[in-house]
């Protein structure tokens, strides 16, 4: 009887130690460190990606912005110059309808066009153009038959205030506001509107 038991305690000694130990599992600091690596490469790129992808989007907003102004601007001046007489200088344009006596007058602040429309002295309709921040707006002296409007678009080297209204930057000194672009740098975009046609105050044709 004692032989058969120390022949089973034997028999379950030897598959106990046939079978195979249950080690811990986890990982390694190297292996831990590697990942880590690995991890932290892809997220940078994955933010310089979003980065890049966040300038494109604000760079087609303010070409958009621009294009909008200035094809409404263009189509409107174009319509004042041949119904009415330019004259004045400064940076202002009046314009005199011959039929109703209206008086329209164009002028410019830091990159917002306004249109304002007077008959009989009294305010009838005034309009806005605006521009992104750091576009520049210039009305050509009349008195020197410079019948040309200049847009100006920002430098893209510039970080200008976001494009609105034109509120945020108009209570700002135009150093903070517009500041100037680094010498050297790529010159900005910019866009002539030739008024050809236009009837000045001296009755010359521009």
């Given amino acids: 009887m004692r032989r058969l038991r120390t022949a089973a305690a034997g028999g379950c000694r030897g ?20 990942s880590m690596t690995i991890l932290s490469a892809l997220l940078g790129t994955c933010g310089m990606c979003l980065q890049a992808m966040f300038r494109l989007d604000h760079r087609q907003r303010v070409s958009s912005q621009l294009l909008d102004s200035l094809r409404r601007m263009e189509r409107q001046l174009r319509e ?16 005199e ?10 002028s410019e602040s830091r990159g ?6 007077t008959a009989a002295g009294a305010i009838e309709s005034r309009e806005r153009y605006v521009f992104p921040a750091g576009a520049r707006v210039e009305f050509g002296d009349l008195l020197s038959g410079d019948a040309v409007v200049r847009v100006r678009e920002g430098s893209r080297l510039v970080r200008y205030p976001e494009a609105g209204d034109g509120g945020a930057v108009r209570n700002k000194p135009e150093a903070v506001a517009l500041p ?7 010159e900005a975009l910019a866009i002539e509107i030739h008024l050809r046609g236009a009837v000045r105050a001296d009755g010359d044709l521009q």
């Fill in 15 to 34: 598959i106990s130690a046939a079978l195979p130990r249950a080690g811990r599992a986890g990982y390694s600091l190297l292996t831990v460190m590697i």
């Fill in 80 to 95: 004042d110059a041949v119904a009415g007489v330019l004259s004045g200088g400064g940076g202002v344009w009046r314009i």
């Fill in 97 to 106: 309808a011959g039929a109703g006596g209206d008086v329209i007058v164009w």
């Fill in 112 to 117: 917002v066009v306004q249109r304002e429309r």
């Fill in 180 to 186: 100037a672009a680094p010498a050297g740098g790529v």
